[in-house]
């Protein structure tokens, strides 16, 4: 079983940048696909990127070209660096752990972003 913990949210005013970290427990970490999602008030949640167990990494259209995810292995962090932000990138961040039918989510991290 996988635990996650999620941090690095806050208030930026737009244009700036955020760094959200996601901290695991567990076993087998590296084995997992990782991915952020993120829910606004009002909406359906929905995937931001996902980086697989070898590397590859997808992101939704939305954030192509501002936002990167990472992870590193070895200390079990996932990471979304988050630039140019945007106020309609204003959520609750979510990571979520993946693997086969297991699923694994985080608690949350909320970001806002003001015009």
């Known amino acids: 079983q996988v635990q996650l913990v999620e941090s690095g949210g806050g208030l930026v005013r737009a244009g700036g940048s955020l760094r959200l970290s996601c901290a695991a427990s567990?076993?087998?970490?590296?084995?997992?696909?990782m991915d952020w999602y993120r829910q606004a008030t009002g909406k359906q949640r929905e995937m931001v990127a996902q980086i697989t167990s070898g590397g590859s990494k997808t992101y939704a259209d939305s954030v192509k070209g501002r936002f990167t995810i990472s992870r590193d292995n070895a200390k079990k962090m996932v990471y979304l660096q988050m630039d140019s932000l945007k106020p309609e990138d204003t959520a609750v961040y979510y990571c979520?752990?993946?693997?086969?039918?297991?699923?694994?989510w985080g608690q949350g991290t909320l970001v806002t972003v003001s015009s």
């Open positions: 567990g076993s087998f970490f590296s084995i997992y696909a």
């Open positions: 979520r752990g993946g693997l086969g039918t297991s699923e694994y």
